[in-house]
T-cell receptor, first 116, second 115 residues
Framework: GAVVSQHPSWVICKSGTSVKIECRSL??????MFWYRQFPKQSLMLMAT?????????EQGVEKDKFLINHASLTLSTLTVTSAHPEDSSFYIC????????????FGPGTRLTVL | KQEVTQIPAALSVPEGENLVLNCSFTDSAIYNLQWFRQDPGKGLTSLLL?????REQTSGRLNASLDKSSGRSTLYIAASQPGDSATYLCAVGAYSGAGSYQLTFGKGTKLSVIP
């Protein structure tokens, strides 16, 4: 199957700093990528849909000024958590969609963010 | 708003047993349904994808069925192995009124296969 990578896999930061997470599709071009967050023992919640070359679409309740998404190329989307606070600590997972494969989504390995 | 429910939340079985995981969804206007596996602290691995027009998909020891009209899907695992221990997530794919496609996830079933 298609491979999606994320970097970093694990990050600890101080409250008030910004953290950038990268999501890359390694062997295919992804016009659409998705960002999810997952709290312990909870399911994945969609944060935003990222389309290459255009602004991301955010889900209700997700602050677009806090979670900046950039999808500058067909293989890279980035999520920046600005002025992170402890409540932003979570597991962030990206996915990429292959439209020609019935919209099947392939997921990255996730990034564990801990804000002190 | 689509809601996806998975039952049971946790399941423990002895090695070699066949088992069924259940998934139900409230809105039958779906495009597809995917089953994923998630190991602790890891991302998701896609297991099977069923299109809304299909009834089932098979991959190795896994078989997933879909009954769109009743809002149900099952994942059947044959001859379970300890390596099958993980959380299994069901996700329903659909297009919103605005034309965007997204997955809605259930909370998962945590499977433990005892050697």
């Amino acid at each position: 199957g298609a491979v999606v990578s994320q970097h970093p896999s694990w990050v600890i930061c101080k409250s008030g700093t910004s953290v950038k997470i990268e999501c890359r599709s390694l062997d295919f071009q992804a016009t659409t990528m998705f960002w999810y967050r997952q709290f312990p023992k909870q399911s994945l919640m969609l944060m935003a849909t990222s389309n290459e070359g255009s602004k991301a679409t955010y889900e209700q309740g997700v602050e677009k000024d806090k979670f900046l998404i950039n999808h500058a190329s067909l293989t890279l989307s980035t999520l920046t958590v600005t002025s992170a606070h402890p409540e932003d600590s979570s597991f962030y997972i990206c996915s990429a969609r292959i439209p020609v494969s019935y919209n099947e989504q392939f997921f990255g390995p996730g990034t564990r963010l801990t804000v002190l | 708003k689509q809601e996806v429910t998975q039952i049971p939340a946790a399941l423990s079985v002895p090695e070699g047993e066949n088992l069924v995981l259940n998934c139900s969804f409230t809105d039958s206007a779906i495009y597809n349904l995917q089953w994923f596996r998630q190991d602790p602290g890891k991302g998701l691995t896609s297991l099977l994808l069923i299109q809304s027009s299909q009834r089932e998909q098979t991959s190795g020891r896994l078989n997933a069925s879909l009954d769109k009209s009743s809002g149900r899907s099952t994942l059947y695992i044959a001859a379970s192995q300890p390596g099958d221990s993980a959380t299994y997530l069901c996700a329903v794919g659909a297009y919103s009124g605005a034309g965007s496609y997204q997955l809605t996830f259930g909370k998962g079933t945590k499977l433990s296969v005892i050697p």
